[in-house]
């Protein structure tokens, strides 16, 4: 599979895989059309050398779901978050204005993660280094409360605000302010139901 390839032309390869998928959903093409026969004819590869790293087109989609997580954790790491007052709901706030963001500026993870199931299945490794990237951002923001397994509340946090964000987006065909003012809601008091006394 990809994550084995070492040599550094068999890396460019999956780039180039990877990035023409993105270039095709931003472009337009519908995540079911994503396919290997479509992917190496628009990249310019041999169809065979593309099966020694994705078997089908969900191996594709599956490490593009992940490349956009990766590319998610990264943009909520850069991200400022503002603070007036301190408080967990504006943290959250901070939080879903940065995934907002993300995902307005980023059509093909919006159709990839948001779009379909894919999301349900990245890795859990990727999943993770997001919610710790979001748990390590609010505690430099403030004192957190104290929570039984802060790490595992913000797994599930992160899994809230991305499934509101998902339905908002399969709902609408867009992400709109219902579906940010929801986020933050589910997301707050989920995170305010974690902590205890």
Known sequence: MYENAKQARSVKRIDTLLNTADRLLCEGAEVSNISIALLTKEAGLKRTSTYKFFQTPEDIKYALASKYLVALTSHVKKSQFSLEDNTLHELCSNLVDACF???????GATKLLLGNSFLHSVDKDVFKDLSDTVLNKFENKTNLP???DKHGVFLVTNQILLAV???NFRQNNLLNDTGKKEALRASHAYLISCTTK
């Open 165 to 167: 964000m998902s339905l």
């Open 101 to 107: 963001d993300f995902f307005n500026e980023n059509l």
């Open 146 to 148: 104290n929570m039984f």
